[in-house]
Nanobody, 123 residues
Framework: VQLQASGGGLVQAGGSLRLSCAVS????????MGWFRQAPGKERDFVAV????????SYQDSVKDRFTITRDNAKNTVYLQMNSLKPEDTAVYYC?????????????????WGQGTLVTVSS
């Protein structure tokens, strides 16, 4: 499985960005895609997860109502739409892939990772 993340950049507070993660090599139908982020000097934190089968989602509390994770089955791509961005959202964002069941909010549950894309939100 290979993941290719893109879409990061510099945006002012209150702005929006959309991250993309193209997935190749998927063979499981009960897999999931997650987004994590890591700010300098901090641990990698869960942001959102989407299960390919059924499309159910879960979010970290601090991004609920601002971020939306979606998928395009035809393109094997997962998106993270980020609205009302805040300076504290600044981090390197990673997409990740797992075949484990459940909500998969822990980074150790993921076997495959994209390269990371930097999101910088200025105040």
């Amino acid at each position: 499985v290979q993941l290719q993340a893109s879409g990061g950049g510099l945006v002012q507070a209150g702005g929006s960005l959309r991250l993309s993660c193209a997935v190749s090599g998927r063979t499981f139908s009960s897999d999931a895609m997650g987004w994590f982020r890591q700010a300098p000097g901090k641990e990698r934190d869960f942001v959102a997860v989407l299960r390919w089968s059924g499309g159910s989602t879960s979010y970290q509390d601090s991004v609920k109502d601002r971020f939306t994770i979606t998928r395009d089955n035809a393109k094997n791509t997962v998106y993270l739409q980020m609205n009302s961005l805040k300076p504290e959202d600044t981090a390197v964002y990673y997409c990740a892939y797992t075949t484990l069941p459940g909500w998969n909010t822990g980074w150790r549950e993921y076997d495959y990772w994209g390269q990371g894309t930097l999101v910088t939100v200025s105040s």
